[in-house]
């Protein structure tokens, strides 16, 4: 192996993460020297030791060689890292993916180690340790470093937001881009999809769903080989297959550095004396060495010296009190420090961390504002200053140690309820505000934003609904303000279930009767069809205008759903009429688009068309992207059972653009079928059995094919065989082993090559 490489800079951003997943690469491929790669790579000895190095980024050729004499087939995430360290950041953070950490990784090298070489021998790796220890911190350095190693990457899952441990399945769903599928168990649907996957599964903050999350890790375990878990927790999962990486304080060489660290973020010019350092090293000693403890310290430099933080640690007060229960030597020193920060705060800036902390997930600074009025800058600026609050793009969040102790200090004061409520009211204004603005141009921001808001509007729905009187009726509102959430995100059992709870709360309410015909939607789409036709005759008792609408619309998607044509068109008709008297845009759209659908499984292809056209002409006036995309699918379908599939491509493409930047694997499948079904028509087999193996791809993570709508799944069978039947033997299985393996880049070359 040649002589051993200096160890690389760890706060050398991600040029050096690439040059340590190198590193890793050759050593996970039987440790050959440099001179035995370069006579594979066609590069100098001396170029493939430098690109390891960490002090600059090798170039592209260089690279793609050394992953040539690796025997890496694929190149593409590679790619991508490289591109990423090449402009100076990591691929971009969206739902799921490995967060970035702004501050410079001081000490816990060695832990570092440990957890990459636990994570090449195990399955399972657990960081335990007190809060405070820094294990989410240790855990994101090693996911960036061991996600290489897997060809799908790293999933980051944050269990902190998560308060009912039946949604963990759901969470680690969502972070692999895969809507939960109506009428099957998400636990199920989590080890179907996981099966095909060679990935790193990172759960942070598990210990209060430790018993549960074991359970889920047992079987993911079990059902995989490909799958690998890192867990944070302050206490172990105890599963036999558990490798425990326990984390205590920072050696104190480490402590000193990381407290002189971040004395100078916030003292620029900082150069400690012989005599700070002695007091610092006293300083980091009196905070048992714990990272966050040191790192709230660190900001009072601005206002203190390292000698007086030593006195009000020392002095007998307040302070060092911990009146939580908590025992353990370590976490009382968080506690304290906390204590301790929590005294320096102004009145405001203490009553404003009090009651942000029954905000899971953090919280938009809208909410801030809303929750303490327009003077809340000031004591956000002072919460900043001292790590209280951490800005995270558009929105400020805690650590959750912080959270706990603001949380501990609301509930000793006795204004928790009053918290609860008004943290109740804020998330039902944000509902209420994205129902009305979700028909419109700003569809996909609406959508992430109630994605990136879900923990705390399930937080407040269970408030809301377990207290009954009129915060019950807040909670019912806001599961009535989410409906469109429920069906675009494929989260529709969720939704059924907060609608039925709602409903069985304070289903005596006028505001329930919009509960009914939302649940009636939700509830079809789940083929519960004879409890769909109670919900909507109960809506429609009401005799309220909207109501009618929406239950005519459902009852005629139970009729269409259950091949009952001509009663279909005549309650979605029935809606239609009803929603153009109430100037209703999007309910007009809607029943467009169903009566287009009843119409072409009828056979009355004409009537489909021009009912699809005005549909499309009504979202393209108000800017609708969502459910326009479904209709342009429609008139693409049509157009291929038309014999007119080259007008179809256009279509069926743009569908398919905007159903990627919605994540809607439904729709996504629906048009690779249907892409598939021109290429045929065109001539082009070897393509469209390229398409097909993709669309069954997104298929078996999601639900029934092509919606189990009858006739088009009709269609698709005599299409298969057909394709089978011409294609040589040994190339359609190919051709569709090719199409379920693509990349999305990828899938684009082959959906724009003909």
Known sequence: ??????????????????????????????????????????????????ATAGRRLPSWPVVAGFLRACEVS????????????????????????????????????????????????????????????GKTRLAQRAAHAAALDHADGARWVELSDVTDASLIPRAILSTLDIPPEPARPPREQLMDALAKRYLLIILDNCEHLAVECAKLVRDILTSTTTVSILATSRRALALPEEHLCPIGPLPMSQAVALLIERARAVLPGFSPTEADLEIAELLCHRLD?????????????????????????????????????VRHRRQASVRATLEWSHDLCSPEAQRLWRDLSVYLGGAPLA???????????????????QSVLVSAGRRLRMLESVR?????????????????????????????????????????EVLNRIREEMPNLRAAMDHGLSSGGDAAVRGLRIAVSLWWYWLASGLIDEGRDWLERSLKVCGDAPESVDAL?????????????????????????????????????????????????????????????????????QGVQHALSQLGITRAMGGDQAAAVSSVEEGRRIAAAHGERWHRAYLLWT??????????????????????????????????AANLEALGWVAAAVGDDHRAAILLGRAHWHWSDVEARLFGFAVLTAHAERHDAALRERMPAGEFEEAYRRGSMLSTVDTWAVVDGF
């Open 404 to 444: 706990e102790y603001g949380l501990w200090r609301l509930s000793s004061s006795g204004k928790l309820r009053c918290a609860r409520d008004r943290h109740l009211g804020w998330c039902l204004d944000y509902a209420e505000n994205a129902d009305a603005a979700w028909y419109g141009p700003g569809q996909l």
């Open 74 to 133: 694929d190149e593409g995430p590679w790619r991508e890292r490289w591109q990423a360290a090449a402009d100076g950041t990591r691929p971009p953070t969206r739902a799921g993916h490995v967060p970035d950490d702004p501050a410079t990784f001081v000490g816990r090298g060695a832990d570092l180690d440990v957890v990459l070489k636990r994570l090449d021998r195990s399955r399972l790796v657990t960081i335990t340790g007190p809060g405070g220890a």
């Open 1 to 50: 192996m040649g002589r051993p490489q200096r160890p690389i800079d760890e706060g050398g951003g991600p040029v050096a993460e690439f040059a340590s997943s190198l590193r890793r690469l050759r050593e996970r491929t039987g440790g050959r020297s440099y001179r035995e790669l370069s006579k594979l790579a066609n590069c100098a000895p001396s170029t493939l030791s430098d």
């Open 517 to 585: 015909w939302a649940c009636g939607y939700v509830s079809v789409l789940l083929g519960e069809i004879g409890r769909t036709r109670e919900l909507c005759d109960e809506a429609a008792a009401s005799g309220a205008p909207k109501a009618l609408a929406w239950s005519a619309l459902i009852r005629g998607l139970t009729e269409l759903v259950s091949g009952t044509l001509e009663q279909a068109v005549e309650l979605t008709a029935d809606a239609l009429s009803r929603f153009r008297a109430l100037g209703d845009a």
């Open 367 to 385: 909410a801030v504002q809303s929750t303490a009025g327009p003077e809340a800058l000031g004591a956000v600026s002072e919460l900043v200053d």
């Open 635 to 668: 008139q693409g379908w049509l157009r291929v059972m038309g014999d007119d599939p080259r007008t179809a491509l256009p279509l069926l493409r743009e569908s398919l653009r905007i159903q990627e930047d919605f994540a809607d694997r439904r729709a996504i």
């Open 289 to 325: 060495g714990l990272p966050l403890a040191i790192e709230f310290a660190a900001r009072r430099l601005r206002t203190f010296t390292l000698a007086q933080l030593c006195e009000f640690l020392d002095a007998p007060s307040s302070l060092l009190r911990d009146d939580s229960g």
